[in-house]
């Protein structure tokens, strides 16, 4: 059974740092794919923060994260990191991370498509405080 586990929300005051933790087991990224970070506060939409597309190695970051947040990932661990620094109260939202198999093309073209992702993680909270 293929899941993704999403670990390191928290309770943060404005202006820190938190990693995000996305663990993947029984799926290996063998096959060109995308691997994504979407966040969702109460009462709007989901918005894609960072995509990775592995058929040419491109991230893209949305433009509210840019500079702030920076995703890396440990192939030995199966994990994808999402790093944020300098946190905003409107930053707070439940944070998934999401992988669409077999995706070919740029990251910032995938952003735009979560109805097509194929796993979802349970999501982890992030609150920040002012």
């Known amino acids: 059974e293929v899941q993704f586990v999403e670990s390191g929300g928290d309770l943060v005051q404005a202006g820190g740092s938190l990693r995000l933790s996305c663990a993947a087991s029984?799926?290996?990224?063998?096959?060109?794919?995308?691997i994504s970070w979407f966040r969702q506060a109460p009462g709007q939409e989901r918005e894609a923060i960072s995509c990775?597309?592995?058929?040419?190695?491109?991230?893209a970051y949305a433009d509210s994260v840019k500079g702030r947040f920076t995703v890396s990932s440990d192939t030995a661990k199966n994990t994808v990191y999402l790093q944020m620094n300098s946190l905003k109260p409107k930053d707070t939202a439940v944070y998934y991370c999401a992988v669409f198999e077999k995706y070919v093309g740029p990251a910032a073209v995938v952003c735009f498509a979560p109805d097509e992702y194929d796993y979802w993680g349970q999501g982890t909270q992030v609150t920040v405080s002012s």
């Open positions: 029984g799926f290996t990224s063998g096959d060109d794919s995308a």
């Open positions: 990775f597309s592995s058929s040419d190695s491109s991230t």
